[in-house]
């Protein structure tokens, strides 16, 4: 006869199971909030502050868009970079316009015609969303120099093992 039976629950921790999401934040910019006139043409037009974390395993290096989708003649790249080392967790504000990310990383044209970042510049009138696109990628991105976004987005494809987008707006 039995008194009792006693009932182990063995199970596997959590932790072996959770993946890292990949965020990115930046000190300057609110989710959903205006971006700070310093990061757009009518301030400094200089580039943000920007931090990101749980970079997935596999990463090798990051790729960064930031692009206006409400520009008049369809989407407008504002920054281009790429082949940031995975080592990496942030980029500081002011990176120059220049084909080196200071670091590490390389940047593509924008939609300006210009190396690097340009910021929020719309048109007078109703107000603009700015997505900061980060691609963790498993690869070098292979493309040549003064590449621009759409070469960027189709080098990565099927090379992303995670990406975050941090959006801003700004009106003028």
């Given at each position: 006869m039995?008194?009792g039976?006693?009932?182990?629950s063995?199970?596997?921790?959590?932790c072996?199971?959770a993946?890292?999401?990949?965020?990115?934040?930046?000190p300057?910019i609110?989710?959903?909030?205006?971006?700070?006139?310093?990061?757009a043409?009518?301030?400094?037009d200089?580039?943000?502050?920007?931090?990101w974390s749980g970079?997935p395993?596999?990463?090798?290096?990051?790729?960064?868009?930031v692009d206006?989708?409400?520009?008049?003649?369809g989407t407008?790249f504002?920054?281009?970079a790429?082949?940031?080392?995975?080592?990496r967790?942030?980029?500081?504000?002011?990176?120059p316009?220049?084909a080196e990310i200071?670091?590490g990383?390389?940047?593509?044209?924008?939609s300006?015609?210009?190396?690097?970042y340009n910021?929020?510049?719309?048109p007078?009138g109703k107000?603009?969303?700015?997505?900061?696109?980060l691609?963790a990628?498993?690869s070098?991105v292979?493309?040549g120099?003064q590449?621009d976004?759409p070469?960027i987005?189709?080098?990565?494809?099927?090379?992303?093992a995670?990406?975050t987008e941090?959006v801003?707006?700004?009106q003028?």
């Open positions: 039995l008194a039976l006693i009932i182990l063995v199970g596997l921790p959590t072996l199971f993946q890292s999401q990949l965020t990115l934040t930046s300057v609110a989710p959903g909030a205006t971006i700070p006139a310093e990061f043409c009518t301030g400094a200089r580039s943000p502050e920007l931090s970079t395993k596999s990463t090798v290096t990051f790729a960064l868009i206006d989708p409400d520009a008049p003649g407008f504002h920054w281009v790429y082949n940031i080392p995975a080592s967790t942030s980029l500081p504000a002011g990176i316009q220049s200071p670091a990383g390389k940047q593509g044209m924008n300006f015609g210009h190396l690097g910021g929020p510049c719309p007078p107000t603009h969303h700015y997505r900061f696109h691609y990628v498993d070098e292979n493309v120099d590449a976004a070469a987005q189709s080098a990565i494809k099927g090379h992303v995670g990406d941090l801003g707006t700004f003028r």
